[in-house]
């Protein structure tokens, strides 16, 4: 399975964006790209996905590499409710089973 | 509230007895996942309803693990015998049945066995 590397931690000032990279070398043609974030103490939550084309939804926006091989998650405007763990995920199957990795921690300051 | 419920929230048992979880996902949503989280780790796949008919389960879910969804509704995830290992927190999503499946999770059973 394809897998992701996502930075441990990442850390923001209130109000400011935040960028989210994610390496993912061996995706193939087919996998989607999946960004789910966990706040503390609920389970996952859907952000944002992607194929090819850069994407954006009131949660987010996704730029996807021209070979695909990287992806950012933006937040435009970082706010505390944002402080989550967000996930980058390969979609590697049809019915949509989620292989999460160790996400990167964003802490929003202040 | 019309998202994933699942009951109880948290377990607290000792080792060697058996432990039951519900998971009740949005209705009409025909797919529905169990998975497995333990601390400072993401979740970890175990395994996958469509319908009432289980398609697939982790090599992660031993013998002592069982998961049923009668009727394809509701569903119930029993660990058998339980160990301190099965410790973690578990979690139900669900999904309706279209190209994409954005999965829709519940809030967790926090299982702590002594």
């Known amino acids: 399975d394809a897998k992701t590397t996502q930075p441990n931690s990442m850390e923001s000032n209130e109000e400011e964006p935040v960028h989210l990279p994610c390496n993912h070398s061996?995706?193939?043609?087919?996998?989607?790209i999946h960004w789910y974030r966990q706040l503390p103490s609920q389970g996952p939550e859907y952000v944002i996905h992607?194929?090819?084309s850069n994407v954006n939804n009131r949660m987010a926006s996704l730029a996807i590499a021209e070979d695909r091989k990287s992806s950012t998650l933006i937040l435009h405007r970082a706010t505390l409710r944002d402080a989550a763990v967000y996930y980058c995920?390969?979609?590697?199957?049809?019915?949509?089973?989620?292989?999460f990795g160790a996400g990167t921690q964003v802490v929003v300051t202040p | 509230d019309t998202g994933v419920s699942q009951d109880p929230r948290h377990k607290i048992t000792k080792r060697g007895q058996n432990v039951t979880f519900r998971c009740d996902p949005i209705?009409?949503?025909?797919?529905l996942y169990w998975y497995r989280q333990t601390l400072g780790q993401g979740p970890e796949f175990l395994t996958y309803?469509?319908?009432?008919?289980?398609?697939?389960k982790s090599r992660l879910l031993s013998d002592r693990f069982s998961a049923e969804r009668p009727k394809g509704s509701f569903s119930t995830l029993e660990i058998q015998r339980t160990e301190q290992g099965d410790s973690a927190m578990y979690l139900c999503?669900?999904?309706?049945?279209?190209?994409?499946?954005?999965?829709?999770f519940g809030p967790g059973t926090r299982l702590t066995v002594l």
């Open positions: 309803f469509q319908n009432e008919a289980q398609l697939e």
């Open positions: 061996t995706i193939s043609g087919t996998d989607y």
């Open positions: 995920i390969l979609g590697t199957d049809s019915w949509g089973k989620l292989q």
């Open positions: 992607g194929l090819t």
């Open positions: 999503a669900s999904s309706p049945e279209t190209v994409y499946n954005e999965q829709f």
């Open positions: 209705s009409e949503h025909n797919r």
